[in-house]
């Protein structure tokens, strides 16, 4: 198993910027992919970005690409998410998770999120 613990969520103004670190201990050595989805009120959730611990390949969303950047932490096991220019719309639980490799369908293991509101 893994566990997969997130920090960094918190109220911020339109355009400020926040960092969102993830920190995952057990298995860890079986896990290859991490990846960062948020689920705003009322809707699905929805992929941000992922980063592949092997290759350092790293894919967003549209609507995140060029503010967004994910990236490994200077601590063993973590990634970061680095959040730029922040919307609205941003407005959401993110959480993160993991996976074995990056060809399974979904994702295994889930943090239990970290809230980020973006203010007018």
């Known amino acids: 198993q893994v566990?997969?613990?997130?920090?960094?969520?918190?109220l911020v103004q339109v355009g400020g910027s926040l960092r969102l670190?993830?920190?995952?201990?057990g298995r860890t050595f079986s896990?290859?992919?991490?990846?960062w989805f948020r689920q705003a009120p009322g809707?699905?959730?929805?992929?941000?970005?992922?980063?592949?611990?092997?290759?350092g390949i790293t894919y967003y969303a549209d609507s995140v690409k060029g503010?967004?950047?994910?990236s490994r932490g200077n601590g063993k096991n973590t990634v970061l998410l680095q959040m730029?220019?922040?919307?609205?719309?941003?407005?959401?639980?993110?959480?993160?998770?993991?996976?074995?490799?990056?060809?399974?369908s979904q994702f295994r293991y889930w943090g239990q999120g970290t809230l980020v509101t973006v203010s007018e």
């Open 43 to 55: 809707k699905e959730r929805e992929f941000v970005a992922s980063i592949t611990w092997s290759t």
């Open 3 to 10: 566990q997969l613990v997130e920090s960094g969520g918190g």
């Open 21 to 25: 670190s993830c920190v995952a201990s």
């Open 67 to 70: 503010r967004f950047t994910t």
């Open 84 to 104: 730029n220019s922040l919307k609205p719309e941003d407005t959401a639980l993110y959480y993160c998770a993991a996976k074995i490799t990056p060809t399974e």
């Open 31 to 35: 896990t290859d992919v991490m990846g």
